[in-house]
């Protein structure tokens, strides 16, 4: 079992600060991603852990041990990309083998291994196909069984399901957590895709220009996130107008809740209420519906009210079905919403 510690990383290329003070621990069997736009810092992270860069300030060890003094080859990572990076003149069964080659593994181990994995990656009808001859998601599962055949300390993911369509990203995503689970591989995964993070991580970590915002779990980073960019960021959010209450408390949409800071007196501030916390009430109210678009299940409400402003209502597509466009509503906070965060003045 693995516990990886990165603590006060700084890495700058140029005059661009890549990482400022960058900690993150990911505890053993975990598999933490790294979310957050392009050129936020999270792939520096990862090749740092994985021995291609070094930082100018800061320490990383796993179980205790320096690695930053550990060369690439003694670090004993696995790593996916984006692009496979598949040996074009080896087979499937070859690609996976070929770490345990290096290793010096005798053939009857090496065997036993990749057919292992080959059953658990699903590859049985491809392990004797060439790279040219599979789709790309049986690419990536070739690509994800060779990383982790050599039995690797850490398992590092970069953006390995960016190239996909979206089933098959969507298939692959709940492989890789099952595979990371069964074999209890301690895993950084990075990405720019927060349905990504939220459905496989155990932790996410939000990145913003080089700093780590926020590591929780996925419901946690979702119901609570600690500032603006976190909301923003992750899902849907309404900037709604408050104002201070009695008690510290907040008056949102005619409702008075709690916030994720005490109100002072008189004082106004934002307040991020997700599309879902938005109740509708059709044929009547200051709003008025904009746009309706069906998503299946849910449909997302566009609405402008004469108070609040623009808004984003998601509701259950069954009870959307009598929403008229420039049609009045009422519009309300859920009943069972009593904790808001509240983002600025």
């Not at 290096?102 to 049985?124: H, N, P, W, Y």
């Not at 369509?165 to 895993?187: M, P």
């Not at 849910?298 to 623009?310: A, F, P």
């Amino acid at each position: 079992m693995t516990t990886v510690q990165m603590t006060g990383i700084r890495k700058v290329f140029g005059s661009t600060i890549a990482l400022d003070d960058f900690s993150l621990t990911i505890e053993s069997g975990q598999l933490v991603c790294l979310l957050g736009p392009s050129g936020c810092g999270k792939t520096t992270a990862l090749r740092i852990l994985a021995g291609f860069e070094q930082p100018e300030q800061g320490s990383v060890t796993v179980d205790g041990e320096n690695f930053l003094s550990q060369p690439v080859e003694k670090r004993r990572v696995g790593m996916v990309f984006q692009d496979y990076s598949l040996f074009p003149n080896m087979t499937a069964r070859e690609n996976i083998g070929f770490g345990l080659r290096i290793q010096r593994k005798s053939a009857v181990e090496r065997t036993a291994t990749v057919d292992r994995l080959i059953t658990l990656t699903d590859l049985q009808a491809h392990a004797d196909k060439y790279p040219h001859q599979m789709s790309g998601g049986q690419k990536q599962r070739v690509a994800l069984a060779r990383a982790v055949a050599t039995e690797p300390r850490l398992l590092l993911l970069d953006e390995p399901l960016s190239a996909l369509d979206a089933k098959v990203r969507e298939s692959l995503r709940d492989e890789i957590r099952r595979l990371q689970r069964e074999l209890g591989i301690t895993t950084l995964f990075v990405t720019h895709d927060q349905h990504e993070a939220l459905a496989i991580a155990d932790q996410v970590g939000v990145m913003s220009q080089g700093r780590l915002e926020q590591l929780a779990p996925p419901a946690e980073l979702y119901r609570d996130p600690v500032n603006a960019f976190v909301a923003g960021f992750v899902g849907s959010m309404n900037r709604i107008p408050a104002r201070a209450t009695d008690s510290g408390r907040w008056s949102v949409m005619g409702r008075s809740v709690t916030g994720s800071r005490a109100s002072a007196g008189g004082e106004e501030a934002l307040v991020a209420i997700r599309p879902e916390d938005v109740t509708i009430d059709a044929g009547r109210g200051s709003a008025t519906v904009q746009s309706v678009a069906f998503l299946g299940p849910i449909t997302r409400v566009s609405l402008h009210d004469e108070q609040l402003g623009k808004l984003v209502a998601d509701l259950i597509s069954a009870d959307a079905r009598d929403l008229v466009i420039n049609g009045p509503v009422e519009v309300g906070l859920r009943a069972d919403v009593s904790r808001v965060v509240v983002l600025s003045e």
